[in-house]
């Protein structure tokens, strides 16, 4: 089973940036459509952001467009989250994940088990 293990986050204020990392632990990573997903405070899971094993497409919730960028490192089994002009609705737990690009429910979307995640925290 592979292992995820993010890091990067922290607090930051409003409008300020933040680079998530997350290290799959096998090759596996290389041939996967992968994500990132986040939960805030007393919310349900959701989608982030994903892209294409080769890095040729990404798409992201509406929310973040424009804000974050997603990006991989398949020689490292590297997954990258950029996130930039961030707001205190931003707050949460990110995790990564493995995504099947068929469907839209996360818990059916996500194929590995969770790593631990990372948090952020935004001040306005």
């Known amino acids: 089973q592979v292992q995820l293990v993010e890091s990067g986050g922290g607090l930051e204020q409003a409008g300020g940036s933040l680079k998530l990392s997350c290290l799959a632990s096998?090759?596996?990573?290389?041939?996967?459509?992968m994500g990132w997903f986040r939960q805030g405070p007393g919310k349900e899971r959701e989608f982030v952001a994903a892209?294409?094993?080769?890095?040729?497409?990404?798409v992201y919730r509406s929310s973040v467009k424009g804000r974050f960028t997603i990006s991989r490192d398949n020689a490292k089994n590297t997954l990258y989250l950029q996130m930039d002009s961030l707001k205190p609705e931003d707050t949460a737990i990110y995790y990564c994940?493995?995504?099947?690009?068929?469907?839209?429910?996360?818990?059916?979307?996500?194929?590995?088990?969770w790593g631990q995640g990372t948090q952020v925290t935004v001040s306005s």
């Open positions: 994940n493995a995504v099947d690009p068929t469907k839209s429910q996360v818990v059916s979307m996500a194929l590995w088990s």
């Open positions: 096998e090759s596996t990573f290389s041939r996967s459509t």
């Open positions: 892209i294409t094993r080769n890095g040729e497409s990404t």
